[in-house]
């Protein structure tokens, strides 16, 4: 009689970026545990990511009415979740639970093997990617320096006769956001000095309301709201990609899509995409006031020039 496939569960909640910096630890569990079954247990619009990565092959939505009993301690939860989550041989958690009340409640319905992960990371730990594998090791999986910084989406051969530049200008954090004048200079330099280029511009509402279109930045093409695994194939025909610290920015570099990065207050040794092919400019201490476009656009061209 053949042997059921091992169950695994991964529980993770997060923005764009904090679900793609835990990718890595989801392919490591797919690799060392080969043939397993790998479950994801995530906001919807986010979690697909694993499915389109080939990493889980399968997702539920955490945001199940059923799932809030979870988090309120001694409720007795639905039996068809009970079910569902006593099918897996191994739940791995990286939700927030600091009153240990979603532990006692997987505990007392009879869950045995629970390996709770960290939600968030911590300064001088290491790169986010390491940090969220790091509670692997308790289960003798280790995360070795080239596999975190692996692409994880495939990406085709370019098509199209003209270089493709991807342009994400926003993030989830205002605070994370270069000034949109000095980002129209920048494309404004692009269009003068490379006008062959082929400009796509990636945006959602809150790209929208601080008045990013492509009418102000003269983009080719405009993507916008695009689910993320249809936004990953876009992505992946790019050449380049411009962008802050930003979920988008992590999908373009996870497409292996070399990338030219603007960070502000958040540290890079820690939240820069982990791909070969990402450079970042910097604020000096932080402070957008002192990153000006006269210092970004000579970068930025020289990053372009093999480009055509």
């Excluded at 940090?131 to 199209?160: G, H, I, V």
């Amino acid at each position: 009689m053949e042997r059921p496939k091992p169950r695994i569960l991964v529980i993770r909640g997060g923005a764009i970026g904090d679900f793609i910096l835990t990718l890595p630890a989801i392919r490591l569990i797919r690799e060392t545990l080969v043939g397993c079954h790998v479950e994801v247990l995530g906001y919807p619009g986010i979690m697909e990511l694993a499915l389109k990565a080939g990493l889980a092959d399968s997702a539920r939505s955490l945001e199940h009415r059923s799932m809030a009993l979870l988090f309120a301690k001694g409720a007795p939860l639905d039996p068809a979740l009970v079910e569902y989550l006593l099918s897996f041989n191994v739940i791995v958690s990286y939700l927030f639970d600091p009153d240990g009340v979603l532990r006692g409640q997987l505990e007392k319905i009879g869950v045995k093997t629970l390996l709770e992960c960290p939600h968030s990371v911590k300064p001088g730990k290491g790169h986010a990617a390491e940090q969220l594998a790091k509670p692997l090791e308790k289960l003798a999986m280790y995360l070795d320096e080239p596999d975190w910084r692996a692409p994880l989406f495939a990406r085709p051969n370019a098509d199209s006769k003209k270089s493709r530049i991807g342009l994400h200008l926003g993030s989830g954090s205002t605070k994370k956001n270069w000034a949109i004048e000095n980002w129209q200079e920048v494309t404004a330099a692009i269009q003068q000095q490379r006008p062959e280029l082929d400009l796509a511009i990636i945006t959602g509402e809150v790209e929208l309301e601080r008045g990013i279109t492509p009418t102000g930045f003269q983009a080719d093409h405009h993507w916008h709201a695009l689910p993320l695994p249809e936004l990953v194939d876009h992505l992946a025909t790019c050449d380049f990609f411009l962008g802050h610290d930003s979920g988008i920015s992590h999908l373009a570099s996870a497409c292996g899509v070399p990338c030219l990065l603007l960070f502000g207050p958040t540290n890079p040794d820690i939240w820069a995409p982990p791909q070969p092919g990402v450079s970042i400019i910097r604020a000096e201490n932080g402070d957008w006031a002192q990153l000006t476009p006269e210092k970004v656009i000579p970068v930025v061209m020289e990053r372009l020039s093999p480009y055509r």
